[in-house]
């Protein structure tokens, strides 16, 4: 207690110096915390858009499916999806997943003289209100899909077919039974939902509908399970592995996202590579403390030859310094960890538009950004704030405790 009071009131002698370097250490962690929550807003964007477009955070089909997954084939579809579904809707630990059974695949499209390949995905329209959402995107003068033959296209594709709302669109495309598949939709609506692999690419229609055009009979290419977090994905899959082969459900392949595409290996690489930048971005914002102390150190020498001569132990000398460089930085850490926090809060809500600067990107990303708002990551982050300030205070600090007492008051 003597140390912490002594502490403070050596921070008060000086309140400028003080200031100055909690404000360094603010400003860092401020950024810190900001530059969490945009990262953490991007990550989420492309993992959110990732897993409800194209695999769901468990994505379950057929072996010979997945090893042709790329070409999405419909002659290597699910016989009886349905049957999945109800045999995983029970299983403990899945009580809360959302199940959806949907088809996936390519077609080129015309109109006139317009033509463009473009990816279908069908699915039950009630289900992918809570998955593909693009009900919510729909755009003023359309509807979202309420009966069998009709369909909605991002706007981009629309545009460049030359196709509006209450225009036919006609598909042809290869059936399950290798025959042609052709089939008469009527556009409802067109969506924006300004991401671009959805809006310039991709039209929905009915899982009924899909099922008769690629005569896939009752089943579907995957199963997709969406789960509260998407962090449990891998445990869900293995408990989904376990489930299906207990019921003699053979010839099925279960996986995770984290195991599926380039995406999931981006994410954790991205990860761990911003954690480590936190930690550099906080070790400049508390080097000035490491100065700062040592000009502390060389002003007080006549004091500290006093301390040490009066019988402070070393130990004590070493403790008041580091107490002091430390409360600079817990100071520093919990202004700029409030700041940060606020700045996170309102972007939340008001997101950082990236639409010009994505313009061109076809990765599975909303083009407005909202930042994600964690009181957990801001502890942790005001944590690291402190605890950098106490590493880099302690050399100055062992400096103050190692001198010689007789020496530090004649050079004083």
Known sequence: MRILTMAIRNLGRNKRRTILAAASVAIAIMLVVVLNGMIGGFLGSIVKNYTKNDVGHVNIVTEEYRSRERFSPVNAAIPDSGAIIAALRDEPGLEGAVFAERARFGVLLSSGPNTKAALGVAGDPEAERSLLMLDRSVMVGGRYIEGPGETILGESLARDLGLGVGDQLKVLTQRADYGLGFKKFRIVGLFRT???????????????D?????????????????????????AAA??????LAERGMDGLSVKSWTEMGDFPRFVMMAESMYRWMYVVVAFLGAFII??????????????????????MPKAEILALFLAEGTMMGILGSATGATLGLAVNLVMSKVGLDM????????????NVVFFTVSVTATMALFALGALVSAVVAILPSRSAARMNPIDAIRSA
């Open 290 to 311: 490491t100065n700062i102390m040592m000009m502390v150190v060389l002003e007080r020498k006549k004091e500290i030859g006093l301390l040490k001569s009066m019988g």
């Open 210 to 234: 899909a099922r008769d055009l690629l005569a896939l009979g009752p089943g579907a290419q995957q199963v997709l399970v969406m789960l509260d977090d998407y962090r449990i994905a891998d």
């Open 238 to 243: 293995a408990a989904i592995r376990e489930a």
């Open 355 to 366: 639409s010009a600067s994505l313009a061109s990107f076809e990765w599975p990303m909303d």
């Open 194 to 208: 300004r991401v671009n692999t959805l809006d310039n690419a991709v039209f929905q229609i009915g899982l009924d």
